[in-house]
């Protein structure tokens, strides 16, 4: 119960000139009660908790994550499978991975962490990511959840790295989702762990920061009904194909993030063409087939669903419409590129830079909440200057 669609900017393409043209590819999961057909049962989630007690975390910091972790843990059903990890100059399993059921000795194990030592990130991650593994049934997928500053001093700590690691470790079925918290956390690194992963990543200092993005996180975890999607997308002859969404590629194939029931996987895609008299009326622009992974290890394949639009002279070509959503889409990836260019200039202490990047952005947001809303914590590090 997968749909693949693609929705261009304009209806029609302009003849006799050349195109720019762009277009939004959804890959929507079907609300099945919506649909009249029964909900589907929920496995069991199997998470790892990985906290940082190193001693850039002490006070607040710590304390926010065990009040976030403490969230989680008590949010979970007794069936969701959890471990919890701690690190510091080594990492410690601190909860084997075990069914939740009341939550109590796992909160209380959580209540006990203290602070001390340097900061062994990558060495936490990776246990995290093993007791993931050792949980996770065939069908199942894992996830990490990696609460910390991000100032990684022990281990590997280069982000390029840590990408390729958290991009390896996607594949194989376990993502992973980072928090940082604090306000000395080092983004860079926390984004790309996250983006890699395929998960997400927040930033909060106060653990309340946290519980709503939590809300949403195990939503999403609960009601997954496809992973490993791979959009395979083709030019028709004489198109310049761009995809403008910062997607990992698979050799030709982009990895989408996972599907839940009733959410959507979406890519803008840039189309450039020379229109001329002897094009085929139904001229091929763009085909897409989507390849993906039920929640019970079934393999299907979407599509191909192709974009052909008819050419108009140009006065009616400028009288159409314009779709809103794509519209909106566009403005979201241009908003949060430029976030990425002001986080850019704010670890160089660009500040000016980052105060004219910032407005630039809410010039870009316009009334979508979303996106303002997602400015909050790059603006905070701003103030901070």
Known sequence: ??????TPQHAARLEAHD?????????????RALAGEGSLEKPPLNLAIVIDRSGSMGGQPLEEA??????????LRPCDR????????EADVLV?????????EIATAIRSIDTGGSTALHDGWMMGVEQAARMREPEQMGRVLLLSDGRANRGERNPAMLAQDAARIAATGITTTTCGLGSHFDELLMLEIARAGQGSAYYGERAEDLIDPFREELELLSNLVARRLRLSLTAGDGVDLMVLNGYRQDGDALILPDLAEGGEAWAMVRLRFSERADQPADRLLLRALLDLETMTGESITVGPTSLRLPRLPAGAFAA??????VTARRNELRAADIQDQARVAARARQWPEVDRLL?????????????AESL??????????
């Open 1 to 6: 119960m997968i749909n693949l669609t693609i």
């Open 19 to 31: 195109n720019e043209l762009y277009a939004l590819l959804r890959a929507v999961a079907v609300d």
């Open 66 to 75: 065990k009040r976030a972790a403490t969230f989680l843990v008590e949010n």
């Open 82 to 89: 959890v471990s919890i990890v701690t690190y510091a100059d």
């Open 96 to 104: 084997s991975g075990r069914p939740v059921g009341s939550g109590v």
């Open 320 to 325: 159409l419409p314009v779709d809103d959503t």
């Open 359 to 371: 407005a630039e952005a809410k010039r870009e947001a316009g009334e979508n909440k979303w996106v």
């Open 376 to 385: 909050d914590s790059l603006e905070k590090i701003a103030r901070r200057r």
